[in-house]
Antibody, heavy 121, light 108 residues
């Protein structure tokens, strides 16, 4: 059974950098059928897509976050990561990683449990 | 691109049917077949319930169904059960990924 697990600091100071890693187990991140994505959810609000990455390194970003977000992948560790720079309180959210199927059909079928990141001084 | 529009809340009694709408534009929901729906219980990760407007993943009860008319997609849950009480979010792919604001379903 595929499992995804987010990890990283739960507290980040304003103007600093948020860094999260998603570890994939029970399957290979190098599958040609899937992309891997980050989605966040501010407290009490809806989901927001941040970006998606293929194992080759091809990336797609939400235009509203593109200038601050960077996704990367480490196939040797079966992990992918998110870096978000210059964070503010508005970046406080639960951050989810998920597997994305995007060939002919398009959906997120496996999700991590999510990790709360709070931006506070 | 703006988020997709969903009602904040809907409710229904056990055994009844409810429909949750998701309104986009002719540039996303109205054109692309890549509309999906996710169920989310409090403190949990979203779960895929419907993809490509009408398709149901293995393991999802057939009480859940999806449809689309124009720029509005809909999720219908028939034979409501207590465990269906959750938040439901729609998602559309149109070059970029858009989510709706989420709808809280209350089973009375």
């Amino acid at each position: 059974q595929l499992q995804l697990q987010e990890s990283g600091p739960g507290l980040v100071k304003p103007s600093e950098t948020l860094s999260l890693t998603c570890t994939v187990s029970g399957g290979s991140i190098s599958s040609s059928s899937y992309y891997w994505g980050w989605i966040r959810q501010p407290p009490g609000k809806g989901l927001e897509w941040i970006g998606s990455i293929f194992y080759s390194g091809t990336t797609y970003y939400n235009p509203s976050l593109k200038s601050r977000a960077t996704l990367s992948v480490d196939t040797s560790k079966n992990q992918f990561s998110l870096i978000l720079i210059s964070v503010t309180a508005a970046d406080t959210a639960v951050y989810f990683c998920a597997r994305l199927y995007r060939y002919g059909e398009y959906y997120f079928d496996y999700w991590g449990q999510g990790t709360l990141v709070t931006v506070t001084s | 691109q703006s988020a997709l529009t969903q009602p904040r809340s809907v409710s229904g009694s056990p055994g009844q049917s409810v429909t949750i709408s998701c309104t986009g534009t002719s540039s996303d929901v109205g054109t692309y077949n890549h509309v999906s729906w996710y169920q989310q219980h409090p403190g949990k990760a979203p779960k895929l319930m419907i993809y490509d407007v009408t398709k149901r993943p293995s393991g999802v009860p057939d009480r859940f169904s999806g449809s689309r008319s124009g720029n509005t997609a809909s999720l219908t849950i028939s034979g409501l059960q207590a465990e269906d009480e959750a938040d439901y979010s729609c998602c559309s792919y149109a070059g970029s990924v858009l989510f709706g604001g989420g709808t809280k379903l209350t089973v009375l």
